[in-house]
């Protein structure tokens, strides 16, 4: 926490992700353009990337199946921004006009997170990180 009560990483973009129907093929496409490299996430049935910078090794995004949780979700590039409180920010959110696409939902042991379309039409995920 800062002086202000809240979260050093508030308002930081934390995470980027694409969820295709075809990620592996979305995969390859990534490795040939920008020289990203995958490593596997197991999701219990089937596998995600991880896309790593050929440089350093930091995994800087990721390539999603559109299953699971993720079956709904639109086909884009979607950032998550970290806030301090999801169920506030998601209230605030519709209070403002945007629309709740996924409600606050458990991120695997790494906090909670939800989907938003803003008023603009655009969707962001905001994270609350444990």
């Not at 093929?25 to 219990?44: H, L, N, T």
């Not at 169920?87 to 938003?116: D, F, H, S």
Request: hydrophobic content about 35%; aromatic content about 6%; glycine content about 14%.
């Amino acid at each position: 926490m800062d002086e202000s009560g809240g979260n050093r990483t508030t308002g930081k973009i934390a995470w980027v992700d694409l969820t295709v129907r075809d990620a592996s093929r979305v995969r390859d496409f990534y490795m040939e353009v920008v020289g990203w490299r995958p490593s596997e996430v197991d999701m219990g049935g089937y596998s995600d990337y991880g896309m790593s910078r050929p440089d350093t090794g930091e995994t800087v995004a990721g390539v999603c199946h559109a299953r699971g949780a993720n079956a709904d979700l639109p086909a884009q590039w979607l950032i998550y921004i970290t806030v301090d409180d999801v169920e506030k920010a998601a209230a605030t959110a519709t209070r403002l006009g945007g629309v709740l696409l996924r409600p606050p939902t458990p991120m695997g042991g790494q906090g909670r997170y939800c989907v938003i379309r803003d008023p603009g039409g655009a969707v962001a995920a905001l994270c609350q990180q444990e």
